[in-house]
């Protein structure tokens, strides 16, 4: 599935505060809706079927109507069985360029949207449960805790992924990046996966964080490699200054085998061959949420303070059911808060695996991981709480009304109930 016939869909590139109209045909043989993830849209735009728009069936056609914002790395997708659909290939980047300047000064941008597929054309890598973490925090043996699980953690029913791809293509088809010495490169990094968390290093280079999620830090992090969640973005540049021809992998366990990998390749240096790197994450300097120290941008709160606690839990020998404060979707208790009222939510994971967990409508302030309060709180719309009794908590201005979903980015554990309401009023 995609769309315009690509894959991902075309880049939408917007300037913040723009109206925008998107018209959505529905060319499927069945139904679909389109979720702007990251945008604070009206909610009768917010693509979730059922809660803010009847699908749109076979044939008919939908606008959305929505103002450009906030700012930054911003990305589309179905939000109609996600499970099927979003695996598929529908989802495309949405770029939102400041109304003002821009805070890193770039020479030279690629937006580069990671995605995991199950083609059953080979051997299924580990699941995420055995793979990578999070920048949550527990990082340390995520490559070797795997092994030990593989086969007895695998969900029955989680699609077995054998191919990673950049831009919808596995190397060696990925499309390679042209720079110049001496240039400053923003890459976008978007990960569009169902399940995977991507590690994305340069070879030779280091990699320097500049927005979470969209939202600008107030000093660039200079990191040897970024593990991105599902649904999470990362703005980053990197310096081009040395000559040559580098990989750009993921280094996840059997990531860069399975086709996540690209080339960078300075412009005179065509004919350059790029040393393979190893994978696995041993002695990287690695991003995490304490890192950053993120600019807050957000709307003040005129309201109520209201405080939810959020146990997330499921997934117990392979089962394909998760969890909210032990009930599933549509069971689940909705957060009730009035408009302007601050919303804290303290997430904590009692199950094995991490949970990406993503708020519709409005972005949050990620004031503390695993206990520990983050001396600047980053600005994001998707946090990912780390599995075995990990913890996040996060706060936000309910300034747009509506019901909105607050849900798992993983496709199984959404479709296996880890979805709550929240409740604008
Ligand atoms: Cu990108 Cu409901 O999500
Ligand atoms: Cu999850």
Not at 398 to 409: E, R, T
Request: aromatic share 8%.
């Amino acid at each position: 599935m995609a769309y315009n016939g690509q894959i991902p869909g075309p880049e939408i590139r917007l300037k913040e505060g723009e109206r925008v109209r998107i018209v959505l045909q529905n060319r499927l043989v069945e139904p679909t809706t389109v979720h702007w993830h990251g945008v604070d849209v009206p909610n009768p735009m917010d693509g979730v079927p059922g809660i803010t728009q009847e699908p749109v069936q076979p044939g008919e056609t939908f606008s959305y109507e929505f103002e450009a914002r906030p700012a930054g790395t911003r990305w589309y997708h179905t939000h109609f069985q996600e499970h099927r659909q979003l695996d598929l290939g529908l989802a495309g980047p949405l770029i939102i360029e400041p109304a003002g300047s821009e805070s890193f000064a770039f020479d030279r941008e690629y937006t580069l949207v990671l995605d995991d597929w199950a083609t059953g054309s080979g051997p299924a890598l580990p699941s995420t449960a055995e793979g990578a973490a999070g920048a949550s925090g527990g990082m340390t043996g995520m490559m070797g805790r795997g092994m030990m699980h593989r086969g007895m953690m695998r969900h029955s029913h989680a699609p077995a992924y054998d191919t990673m791809t950049i831009n919808g293509k596995a190397y060696p088809a990925t499309q390679p990046l042209t720079v110049r010495r001496g240039e400053r490169v923003r890459l976008r990094l978007i990960n569009a996966s169902a399940d995977h968390t991507h590690v994305i290093r340069l070879a030779g280079h280091r990699l320097r964080v500049t927005h979470t999620d969209g939202a600008p830090l107030v000093q660039a992090v200079e990191v040897d490699a970024i593990p991105i969640a599902p649904a999470e973005r990362y703005d980053t540049f990197f310096v081009a200054d040395r000559p040559g021809a580098w990989f750009l992998t993921c280094a996840a366990p059997g990531h860069a085998r399975a086709g996540e990998q690209v080339l960078v390749v300075y412009e005179g240096h065509e004919k350059s061959v790029a040393e393979p790197i190893a994978e696995g994450v041993a002695g990287l300097g690695l991003w995490r949420y304490d890192l950053g120290r993120g600019v807050d941008g957000l709307p003040r709160a005129w309201g109520q303070e209201r405080v939810f606690d959020l146990a997330l839990s499921g997934g117990m020998m392979g089962s394909d059911f998760w969890t909210i404060n032990g009930k599933r979707y549509p069971q689940t208790d909705p957060l009730v808060l009035g408009r302007g009222d601050l919303g804290r939510i303290r997430f904590s994971n009692m199950s094995p695996e991490g949970h990406p967990m993503h708020l519709h409508g409005q972005s949050f302030r990620v004031l503390a991981v695993n206990g520990r309060r983050l001396s600047h709180p980053l600005v994001k719309d998707t946090v990912d709480v780390a599995p075995h009794m990990g913890s996040a908590t996060i706060e936000f201005t309910a300034h747009n009304p509506g019901d909105w979903f607050l849900h798992c980015h993983k496709s199984m554990h959404m479709e296996g109930g880890l979805i709550a309401l929240a409740r604008i009023r």
